[in-house]
């Protein structure tokens, strides 16, 4: 376990001390951590003392098992966080509610009857991601633990629309990004006839990727034109189906597997691309509307994307940069996607397009602004 102290910061006259607790497998994927750090940021820049506890998950062979049996526990070490002391805690919601998770929300009320438990579920419903053959037993103690949630936590922080969840009243956040820590892109070097695209992600099925694999195929066997070339940056479960995927409908030459990527290395590939991939298939997981990091990241960027679904931001301000596709399994239609893309650079230059959507970012996805509601109840509530 991992604790952060920070120096003490003064609100008012009186100091209002966050604990901000995840589990290391929650944010071993770089933009979930970069959020993470964002929000403890967001939260500091309130004036609030915001400590950052990061609990190790057993990674041992027998703890593997144990956490998939039905009585085994999940591997967290939830008894060496040290939380009671605060007024606020603000708890990431780890792989699955335990009866050890559970323990640790007891031990706080217990010590601590007047402080603040909010819970953020990222995703929500997220049942279905549990679903698959080696989580199910966790899906089940996730719905048994889950009844008793109202006990113990104040608020459920969630990306979304939920007015309840589990019983518990929520605060409905957007997922927001630091922009002072993205650069935007650089102008790319454009040739006839050619769009590299680029998707940065830890690759699931919900990532939809095959989607678009099938339709630069079928592009290609249709008489396309233009060279598509894909560029994947990140692992994930779902990582080796796309490469044999890609190699069975013969793109070895278009699309590349970057693996895992610092930030420099992102950047380089930002830099040559001129259009990125969102989620192609959240509706796998039953999602309509989504608040997905990587769209915050593709905006920061100032780089136009392809998604399907609803992307929340959008609905209220709506974009004519971004083009949009059916929430289903079809392969994308890559000749709307040249059109699109190619009308778009005609009627931009470069820079004007990446600026224009660098300040929709500002405008409407920055951290500060999608925290507010969060600090807010805070304030108020300590």
């Known amino acids: ?57 057993r990674k041992s062979l027998p703890s593997k098992i144990l956490r998939r049996l039905p009585f085994g526990p999940d591997g967290v070490p939830w008894d060496e966080l040290s939380v009671e002391d605060y007024d606020a805690i603000y708890i990431r919601k780890p792989g699955y509610i335990s009866k050890e998770f559970m323990a640790f929300l007891a031990k706080i009320r217990e010590k601590n009857a007047n402080a603040k438990i909010l819970l953020e579920i990222p995703t929500y419903p997220y049942d279905r991601e549990l679903s698959n053959f080696f989580t199910y037993v966790q899906l089940v103690k996730d719905r048994k633990n889950r009844k008793r949630l109202p006990q113990y936590i104040d608020q459920i922080v969630v990306c979304g629309d939920a007015d309840n969840i589990f ?33 940065v992600a830890a690759f699931a099925q919900w990532h939809g990727i095959d989607r678009i694999l099938h339709g630069i195929k079928d592009y290609a066997q249709s008489g396309g034109i233009a060279r598509i070339t894909l560029n994947l940056l990140g692992e994930g479960p779902a990582l080796q189906s796309l490469k044999r995927l890609a190699e069975g409908l013969d793109l070895g030459g278009q699309v590349s597997f970057y693996g895992h990527c610092d930030q420099s290395k992102m950047d380089e590939v930002f830099d040559r691309c001129t ?96 925290m507010a509601d969060v600090t807010e109840y805070i304030r108020k509530g300590c």
Do not use: W
């Open 1 to 57: 376990m991992l604790r952060r102290d920070d120096e003490m910061v003064q609100y008012g006259q009186r100091q209002i001390r966050v604990a901000y607790v995840a589990v290391d497998y929650t944010v071993g994927f770089e933009g979930i951590s970069h959020k993470i750090a964002a929000q403890v940021r967001a939260l500091e820049g309130e004036g609030f003392i915001c400590n950052l506890f990061l609990a190790k998950q």
């Open 167 to 199: 019983g518990i009243s929520t605060i409905c956040i957007r997922n927001g990004i630091d922009l002072n820590r993205v650069r935007e892109k650089r102008a790319a070097h454009i040739k006839p006839n050619e769009i590299n695209l680029i998707c």
């Open 275 to 370: 259009f990125a991939i969102a989620s192609l298939g959240l509706h796998r997981i039953g999602l309509a509307s989504a608040s997905t990091l990587k769209t915050r990241e593709y905006l920061a960027k100032g780089i136009p994307f392809l998604y399907s679904g609803i992307i929340d931001v959008f609905e209220d301000n709506p974009v004519s940069f971004c083009l949009p596709v059916k929430a289903d399994d079809s392969p994308i239609d890559i000749s709307e996607l040249v059109e699109f893309h190619n009308s778009l650079y005609a009627s931009f230059s470069q820079e004007e397009l990446i600026a224009t959507i660098r300040q929709y970012a500002e405008e409407s996805v920055g951290i500060e602004k999608t």
